[in-house]
């Protein structure tokens, strides 16, 4: 999926139920590693803002992006919301790939400083996430979001709420 130059734009999802149901049987870790390697789909979030790649660790979740005009905002730059969505990503999935199987998490809270513009002359944009603190109940998480020379473009914190899965 790729911006042509008539400006027009097209893609495609997987069924998001197919992350759902494994949450059940697959632990984080587990579960992002194969979407990093491509043997499951990437969630639709992933497609629709045309995320490049992800790479996984216990605790750690990197994602990558090439800043296009469809993530422009009116000033020409990339719109906060692509930005913010870039830090929840890496905050929520670093907690992700820490949690059990039956295990889910969702965010409380992101808090970002968005500290320069990103546009298409950043070059990739890579947005690492770390599980800062977890408990049973909470965690807490960061993310900083550098340009392809490092410069630190914004910064993100994150609070998540730990729970049990429906059965």
Known sequence: MTQTQDRTRTFDWDDPAV???LIGRRNGFDLLSAMAKGELPAPPIMRLIDMAGMEVEKGAVTVHLDPQEFHYNPLGTMHGGVISTLLDT???CS???TLPIGIGYTSLDLNVKFLRPVTIASGRITCKGTVLQQGRRTALAE???TDSAGKLLAHATSSCLIFEMPS
């Open 95 to 97: 907690v992700h790939s």
């Open 143 to 145: 993310a900083r979001l």
């Open 90 to 92: 890496a905050t929520g």
């Open 19 to 21: 992350h759902a149901d």
